[in-house]
């Protein structure tokens, strides 16, 4: 194993949103126009195992939101950041994606002007509730979405968003979202975090998924209930912007304090470009860098801290998986850039 690089890659898996065929019938089979039926209040049964946005609605109310209570209270953080950081990095530990589920045909739900409604669902393809989601402990990408989503809410934080993606020739995607001073972070199954335009970028060039169109589902809990707003936009009007930082002072501050806190290390400004020294400076006997790239589009300094703790827990697992003991040193310094594709950490560690 190379000791000065190591690569890691963190792909998100592509989720199958559950999204029903919707068929209005007459008796002489002409279609009729389904926002004016539903205008004019003939249909409206709530079935959330088939309709997205009913489970919105269902799914995200009060009584629904106390079912995943005692996760919600064990995941919740001082900051909206930190709670986000603990649901998705919980998530990944604790929720598998099914994708027995997401290769099951979707089902057709029938609105008969009688007023019946049909669903043909010979799979048991079904919207999960958040509850469920927790009891099953696996999902696809809509299941995910709205547990995200309610653990967010039953947290106090309102409104969170869903969206949903629509991609040419691929299955649709949904995944939940906050809206942070203005820009939106999307919350997809597993670190890290992205905001908006770079996970566009991502999807398209990691998972060769082209996004065309999003719906944006902005959901507020109000008096004890639920409701949602929507809205679409093209991706046209979106562009990524990975901004590059040739010193990311405030990543290497956080993940140097959390060396200093779980080993008996300090953070030593001499050995600051031991790196590029080649010499130990004197009174040192010691030494070694270690180069770490982190794979993946547009790094946020507002999520700074939760990256170096994500970071750090990395480095730590490998480092025991490692020839190389952390613990035979006594001084520390990092250095961290981001060139707009990969977050690279030097690390110098040395002993007196």
């Known amino acids: 194993m190379n000791l000065k690089l190591k690569n890691i890659i963190y792909i998100t898996i592509i989720g199958i949103l559950v999204f029903s065929t919707l068929f209005i019938v007459q008796n002489n089979?002409?279609?009729?126009?389904?926002?004016?039926?539903?205008?004019?209040?003939?249909?409206?049964?709530?079935?959330?195992?088939?309709?997205?946005?009913?489970?919105?609605?269902?799914?995200?109310?009060?009584?629904?939101?106390?079912?995943?209570?005692?996760?919600?209270?064990?995941?919740?953080?001082?900051?909206?950041?930190?709670?986000?950081?603990?649901i998705v990095l919980w998530e990944e530990d604790n929720i598998e994606y099914n994708h027995e589920k997401a290769e099951l045909p979707s089902?057709?739900?029938?609105?008969?002007?009688?007023?019946?409604?049909?669903?043909?669902?010979?799979?048991?393809?079904?919207?999960q509730s958040p509850a469920e989601t927790l009891e099953l402990k696996s999902g696809i990408c809509g299941d995910y979405a709205l547990l995200t989503s309610a653990l967010l809410l039953e947290m106090d934080y309102s409104p969170i968003y869903i969206l949903t993606f629509e991609s040419t020739g691929n299955p649709g995607h949904a995944a939940a979202a906050v809206n942070i001073n203005g820009d939106y972070y999307i919350i997809d199954q597993q670190p890290p975090i992205m905001d908006l335009y770079n996970y566009l970028?991502?999807?398209k060039d990691v998972e060769n998924y082209n996004i065309d169109n999003i719906t944006f589902y902005k959901i507020k809990l109000v008096n004890d209930s639920v409701s949602y707003d929507k809205d679409?936009?093209?991706?046209e009007s979106y562009s990524a912007v990975s901004n590059k930082y040739s010193d990311i002072a405030g990543f290497s501050r956080y993940l140097m304090t959390d060396f200093e806190q779980n080993y008996e290390i300090k953070s030593d400004y001499n050995i600051q470009y031991l790196d590029s020294m080649?010499?130990?400076?004197?009174?040192?006997?010691?030494?070694?860098?270690?180069?770490?790239?982190?794979?993946?589009?547009?790094?946020?300094?507002?999520?700074?801290?939760q990256y170096a703790k994500w970071a750090f827990d990395y480095i730590k697992n490998d480092a025991n998986e490692s020839k190389y003991n952390i613990s035979e040193y006594s001084s520390i310094w990092i250095r961290s850039s981001y060139d707009g594709e990969k977050l690279k950490l030097i690390i110098n560690l040395a002993k007196k």
């Open 29 to 86: 089979f002409e279609s009729l126009n389904l926002s004016k039926i539903l205008e004019n209040g003939e249909f409206d049964e709530k079935i959330p195992k088939y309709i997205f946005e009913d489970s919105i609605e269902v799914y995200l109310s009060p009584n629904e939101l106390e079912k995943v209570s005692n996760v919600s209270k064990s995941l919740s953080g001082n900051t909206i950041e930190d709670s986000i950081w603990n």
């Open 107 to 127: 089902p057709e739900v029938t609105y008969w002007v009688g007023g019946r409604t049909e669903v043909s669902d010979p799979y048991n393809n079904t919207i």
């Open 201 to 203: 970028e991502y999807k």
């Open 232 to 235: 679409f936009e093209s991706v």
């Open 278 to 305: 080649e010499y130990l400076p004197r009174a040192y006997e010691k030494g070694i860098t270690i180069q770490y790239f982190f794979e993946f589009g547009g790094y946020t300094p507002i999520f700074e801290k």
